[in-house]
């Protein structure tokens, strides 16, 4: 099935969505360059959650339902108790540049994205690492030399992580070990001609994948193949699938990934699209 200009839209005039999570009946996200983490409901009305002065990105839960959240600018993960936001891990101390997307698995353990430089800042690339935080918010570095990485998903039996290389045009995959770590680093897929951002999984173990640079969200099975191709109203930087059924495809699109233009422009979309398959994994 290829999906094409098939979407609806939901929500407009946002700066940037990110880190889409579909949790406890409701849709999460993250408006970056507005700061605030958001709630939206099915007519499509938002609602403020918390505000991240130093702009929100990855969004995950703990078992016992603590919101996390990923602090970026100052590379922190941050655990909000009723209303408050405090600290839950400094990821600074490890390095590894910009924090940025997140996955948090059903042990709670966090899996975040270390950019390896400021992208909207316009620092020198360099690879980039995935920091792995405990429950209790102790951190450390589980893998490192990737390149730029993004979106990440744990698949449902709670065994493999993928996440998104985005300048490598690939998904990799790691074992999950029992202390959080991760071991067999593999491609999972190779996307040529696409940069592979948010990200999510679906019932039967595919992936649908955000890719901004080609325009497309792109279903991907172990391997490569692509099964759907969505193109949406604008530029798709993060994907997730939910509504009460699982099979509500939520697409975040914006005409800009730069922080200026983006509160200028407020061209930051939700669009959502019908999808066969249902939800799957984590998220």
């Known amino acids: 099935m290829a ?3 098939a979407t609806s839209i939901l929500l407009d005039g946002l700066c940037f969505g990110e880190g889409p999570r579909w949790h406890d009946g409701q849709l999460y996200f993250s408006d970056i360059h507005a700061h605030w983490v958001m709630t939206v409901d099915a007519a499509g009305t938002p609602t403020r959650v918390a505000e991240v002065a130093n702009a929100p990105s990855g969004l995950g839960w703990l078992p016992d339902g603590r919101l996390l959240v990923v602090s970026m600018d100052d590379s922190r993960l941050l655990r909000l108790e009723v209303t408050t936001l405090i600290e839950h891990a400094d990821l600074a101390p490890l390095g590894r540049g910009v ?3 997140m996955v948090v698995d059903a042990r709670g353990y966090a899996y ?3 950019m390896g430089f400021g992208f909207a800042r316009g620092e020198e690339y360099r690879p980039g690492a995935i920091i792995m935080i405990t429950p209790t918010g102790e951190a450390r570095v589980v893998a490192e030399d990737l390149l730029f990485p993004n979106g990440s998903v744990v698949t449902s039996d709670g065994a493999t992580l993928i996440v998104a290389e985005t300048r490598a045009a690939r998904l990799t995959a790691f074992d999950l070990l029992p202390d959080g770590g991760l071991e067999h680093r593999r491609v999972w897929a190779a996307v040529d001609g696409t940069t592979p951002d948010g990200m999510c999984l679906d019932a039967e173990g595919a992936v649908w994948v955000a890719s901004p ?8 099975h172990e391997g490569g193949r692509v099964s759907d191709r969505l193109r949406p109203s604008r530029r798709p930087y993060a994907c997730t699938l939910g509504g009460p059924d699982g099979r509500t495809l939520f697409v975040f699109t914006a005409e800009s990934h ?3 233009k983006v509160r200028a422009l407020r061209s930051g979309r939700l669009e959502t699209t019908r999808v066969d398959v249902p939800a799957g994994g984590s998220p």
């Open 3 to 5: 999906l094409t200009d």
């Open 258 to 260: 730069s922080p200026t």
């Open 99 to 101: 924090c940025n997307d």
């Open 112 to 114: 975040v994205g270390g």
């Open 213 to 220: 640079m080609s325009g497309e969200v792109l279903r991907v």
